[in-house]
Each structure stands twice: as structure tokens, then as C-alpha cells.
């Protein structure tokens, strides 16, 4: 696979290749908002998603490839756990997965984006793994939701226990 990704241009592969099954969801799993970029239909890279997102590092593109459709429009803002597309085999690709990588950037005067570093042999992507937590968007959702419930439930039980001691009182 090296020699098919210098044939690109590329030193070796820039980005994470997560095993998906055919027409997977993929949700957008970033904490916090972003703006879809670009939406990208290319024999050569497949069909892709890119989302822009600023924090306190910076404006970075988080791409997402290799889908066999996307559910969002240019210009369009997502937030966590937002439906973006769904995973397939398009592009230069082996098999169904998705393909995940991130570049900083910064926006030049007339307004449009570009990447920081485009010359690294990555075509300007960066390691995504000190940004990567391994944790879906939406298990951290449904974790919360587990322990609200979890806490819902102590309350309750607090109140019952209150009330039988307030009416052992009155007795």
C-alpha cells in the first residue's frame, strides 16, 4: 500500500481507517459544533465529508471518507451525534471502512480555508491520536443519560425513605 500512497504524493497513509460494515451510520463525533466544509464525490478518494471546527488549538478540518452517501449540505452546521453520511467502499479503497483524518488550518483574507503545513508529505494532515479519546459521541450521551436515571432513581428512593421516617414520627 506504501508505493499507492506515494503514487499520491503522500509519505505514507495521513489519517485513521476504522472498520465499518456496508451503509454503517456515521455520526459527526466531535464535542461540540462544526460547519460541513466541503462534500467531495471523487473516483480517485471516494465520497467524503469535510467539517470545519474551531477551538481553543485552533481551526482544524476533520475529514470523514470512503461513504456511499452523505446526509448533509456545504455550509450546513453539526453538532455531536449528527447523522453525516454512511460508510462504503468508494475511492481507491479495499474494503468498507471509514476513513478519518484532521489538518489545521486557518481562513486567508478572502475568506476561504487553508491547511497549515500542506508541504509535510501528509498533505498537511496532522496525527489525529492525541485528539482521539476513543469514545463515541453517542455512548458518552447514553452514559449520562444511564446516570441521570441512576441519580433519578437514588432520589426517589431518598423520598420514599423520608416520608416513612415523617409518618414513623407522627405515629
Known amino acids: 500500500m506504501l508505493a499507492f500512497y506515494q503514487s499520491?504524493?503522500?509519505t505514507a497513509h495521513n489519517g485513521f481507517d476504522l472498520v465499518?460494515?456496508?451503509l454503517e451510520p456515521c455520526y459527526f463525533?466531535?464535542?461540540g459544533k462544526g460547519k460541513v466544509y466541503r462534500l467531495t464525490d471523487d473516483p480517485l478518494l471516494g465520497v467524503g465529508v469535510d467539517v470545519l471546527v474551531q477551538d481553543t488549538e485552533g481551526?482544524?478540518?476533520?475529514r470523514f471518507w470512503h461513504f456511499k452517501s452523505y446526509v448533509v449540505k456545504a455550509g450546513q452546521e453539526v453538532e455531536s451525534g449528527d447523522l453525516i453520511g454512511y460508510c462504503d467502499n468508494t475511492g481507491q479503497s479495499t474494503g468498507t471502512h471509514l476513513h478519518f483524518d484532521l489538518a489545521?488550518?486557518?481562513f486567508q483574507n478572502n475568506g476561504t480555508f487553508d491547511l497549515i503545513n500542506r508541504d509535510n508529505g501528509f498533505f498537511g494532515k496532522i496525527d489525529p491520536y492525541p485528539y482521539w479519546d476513543n469514545r463515541f459521541?453517542?455512548?458518552v450521551k447514553y452514559n449520562v443519560e444511564e446516570q441521570v436515571s441512576i441519580l433519578q432513581k437514588m432520589i426517589n428512593t431518598i423520598k420514599s425513605l423520608i416520608g416513612l421516617l415523617l409518618n414513623k414520627g407522627q405515629k
Open 59 to 62: 481551526i482544524f478540518q476533520l
Open 137 to 139: 459521541v453517542l455512548d
Open 20 to 22: 465499518a460494515k456496508d
Open 8 to 10: 499520491l504524493g503522500l
Open 29 to 31: 463525533n466531535y464535542y
Open 104 to 106: 489545521e488550518g486557518t
